[in-house]
């Protein structure tokens, strides 16, 4: 069975920083293409970045290049997102997909979700 349970969230200060956890059971991560999605109060979801199987790149949304990390641990199966320089437009429900279809990322195709996780940046 197919799960993706993600931890790591809280309330931060603006500038402050956070590391989201990720972790899969049911498949190995690195066979295929995982990502971040946060949806605000009162707007849809949107992607926030996407790492391909072992052998492509990651892609961020253009709203938190250079703040936001996205990393794999293979020998945990655990997806992470580092987040740096946080804002208060950041908080966020954040949740972690998997597309089990593909090694490499389009947003539109992620069909296995997790539970989600609050993040609240306090400015």
């Known amino acids: 069975q197919v799960q993706l349970v993600e931890s790591g969230g809280g309330l931060v200060q603006y500038g402050g920083s956070l590391r989201l956890s990720c972790e899969a059971s049911?498949?190995?991560?690195?066979?295929?293409?995982i990502g971040w999605f946060r949806q605000a109060p009162g707007k849809e979801r949107e992607e926030v970045s996407c790492?391909?199987?072992?052998?492509?790149?990651?892609y961020y949304a253009d709203s938190v290049k250079g703040r936001f990390t996205t990393s794999r641990d293979n020998a945990k199966n655990t997806l992470y997102l580092q987040m740096n320089d946080l804002k208060p437009e950041d908080t966020a429900v954040y949740y972690c997909?998997?597309?089990?279809?593909?090694?490499?990322?389009?947003?539109?195709?992620?069909?296995?979700w997790g539970q989600g996780t609050q993040v609240t940046v306090s400015s």
């Open positions: 790492i391909g199987s072992s052998r492509y790149k990651t």
């Open positions: 049911g498949f190995t991560l690195d066979d295929y293409a």
């Open positions: 997909a998997a597309d089990l279809r593909s090694t490499y990322c389009d947003f539109a195709a992620f069909h296995s």
